[in-house]
């Protein structure tokens, strides 16, 4: 039985990947009070307690318009973190599976980022998580063990403090709403995701050492994502369209986020479905559990 060690435990990923049933993986979740990925000491003193074979990185700095003036909060969780913790588990032969993102990318693209394609961030969260990814591999250079890179966008839930509880909230007060219509990206659901890393921490040779991309299919725009939550709830919400100049944020958002994860889905053997679809059944599935 393999056992795994999840990073970031009580974050919207980190709650996911514990719940998580998978034959032959015993999991264990510790979050920065327990494991602060910027202390060397207590990375060291967790995977010695623990003896993980292999490590899930869910523990991120996300705070994207607050790293543009808080630099070096972001880069010390986001890069240094990440080469600490890769350095130890590397010198341990333990596998890492580690979380990034689709920042890394300047989203001036027009079909779906690959992993091949070379990274551009245009802002200090994307340079930071870039940085952890370039840390990772070369912490694994000469190493054993495994490490896998997984870029996410607009990674969502159906619970917790996301777009998708924001976008209820504000529906359901009656006032007016007006949401960007010019970002593209797919949302991603937290569940599916943690099921798909357990499936490669429990079979890490399904997919070679390196930078893969997860998603579903589909594309739209944060509108679009909005209009489509308030449909499936019903809720009839004066809903309005407006440029990412018309609403500014310090910090750059990609216009295009959109990531191929055909490639992963096909080696971890998970079937890539729309994004709607996934919605429809997370939604349907939060609503029989509760």
């Known amino acids: 039985m393999r056992k795994v060690l999840v990073t970031g435990a009580k974050g919207q990923l980190g709650s996911r990947l514990l719940e998580c049933v998978h034959p032959g993986l015993q999991v264990v979740g510790l979050d920065r009070e327990v494991l602060d990925l910027t202390d060397s000491d207590s990375v060291d003193s967790a995977l010695q307690a623990h003896l993980p074979d292999v490590v899930i990185n869910a523990a991120a700095y996300t705070a994207v318009d607050q790293a ?26 333990v596998d890492l599976i580690h979380i990034s993102t689709d920042y890394v990318f300047d989203g001036t693209g027009s079909r779906p980022y690959r992993p091949e394609d070379s990274p551009r961030p245009i802002g200090a ?7 952890g990814e370039r840390a990772v591999q070369a912490a694994f250079e000469a ?24 976008m209820l909230r504000l529906g359901r007060s009656g006032k007016a709403l007006k949401v960007v219509n010019d970002q593209y990206g797919t949302p991603t659901f937290a569940r599916p995701f943690a099921e798909a890393l357990m499936n490669l921490a429990a079979h890490p040779h399904a997919a070679a050492r390196g930078v893969h991309h997860y998603s579903h299919l589909g594309q739209t ?8 939550i308030f449909d499936f709830h019903g809720l009839e919400v004066n809903l309005a369209a407006c440029s990412t100049s018309e609403y500014p944020t310090p910090a750059q958002r990609p216009a295009y986020s959109c990531l191929d994860g055909r490639e992963f889905a096909r080696l971890i053997e998970q079937e890539q479905r729309d994004w709607k679809d996934v919605m429809a059944s997370e939604l349907k599935r939060d609503q029989q559990e509760n």
């Open 221 to 228: 725009t944060w509108h679009g994502f909005a209009q489509a």
């Open 68 to 93: 543009e003036t808080e630099r070096d909060q972001a880069h010390s969780v986001n890069a240094t973190g990440a080469e600490i913790l890769a350095r130890a588990c590397a010198q341990r032969g």
């Open 143 to 166: 190493a054993q063990a495994g490490w896998w890179v997984i870029r996410i966008a607009w990674l969502c839930d159906v619970r917790g403090q996301n777009f998708m509880q924001t």
């Open 125 to 131: 969260y994307g340079a930071s998580k870039l940085a």
